[in-house]
């Protein structure tokens, strides 16, 4: 059978990047060596999943770290942040939660990220990419964020916002995440691409994310 691909066929094909090299990723427990055993394991899930991050991500001219540096701290009273190529986790959080490693994944995607900090780069599409590698790429499907319908914002970043731009994607254009990642990257406005390839601006896309959502409840 012969199988004609319609004209915007593209859109149904999620653009990847050219895999990266994973690496050396250092550990330091030196403030915290309880935390050894889980950040061996956690450098084991970063490394298995570095290649896989940057081929979902606009990667192709982004420059590859040679180490990134995991830091266990006992002071950080938040699960972890990343700066450049260092992921700082918080020691209480890694053991109060032993079984989160979908908190290294958000934290990696941000590394591979780097974008130049531009005013016009909004930071809810930053951390609703991050999450959305990690809930929608990285953990098992139960295990994903649900939205309460009535107070959920795209604003809200995160889990929202990783659905949202996962919902979007799927029903419109498979480039659109992809793009939003490339432009943020070259420290320009990612906003006009929800135009492009859904024909609607962010508001009127998120009422129709959530009268969507509102049916299937
Ligand atoms: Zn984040």
Redesign the pocket.
């Known amino acids: 059978m012969l199988f004609f691909a319609p004209p915007d066929f593209d859109r149904w094909i999620y653009p990847t990047s050219t895999p990266k090299p994973v690496p050396r990723i250092e550990i330091d427990v030196s403030e915290a060596p309880e935390t050894k055993a889980w950040a061996e394991k956690a450098r084991g899930v970063a490394q298995a999943w570095y290649g896989t991050i940057c081929t979902l991500l606009a990667t192709d001219s982004y420059k590859n770290p040679k180490v990134i540096r995991f830091v266990f701290s006992p002071k950080l009273n938040y699960p972890a942040g990343?700066a450049n190529d260092t992921i700082t986790f918080s020691a209480k959080w890694v053991t109060d939660h032993p079984e989160d490693f979908g908190v290294v994944i958000?934290?990696l995607t941000?590394v591979i990220q780097q974008y130049p900090g531009s005013p016009t780069t909004p930071g809810w599409i930053?951390?609703g990419i991050?999450?959305y590698i990690r809930w929608l790429k990285y953990e098992p499907a139960f295990r994903r964020p649900r939205l309460n319908l009535d107070k959920a914002r795209y604003q809200d970043g995160?889990g929202t916002a990783a659905t949202f731009l996962d919902w979007a994607g799927s029903k419109y254009d498979l480039r659109l995440i992809p793009s939003l990642d490339r432009s943020m990257r070259k420290g320009e406005d990612p906003m006009p691409w929800f135009e492009k390839f859904t024909g609607k601006d962010v508001d009127t896309l998120w009422k129709e994310f959530i009268d969507t959502l509102r049916k299937r409840a």
Do not use: F, G
């Open positions: 990343t958000h934290e941000h930053v951390e991050a999450d995160y």
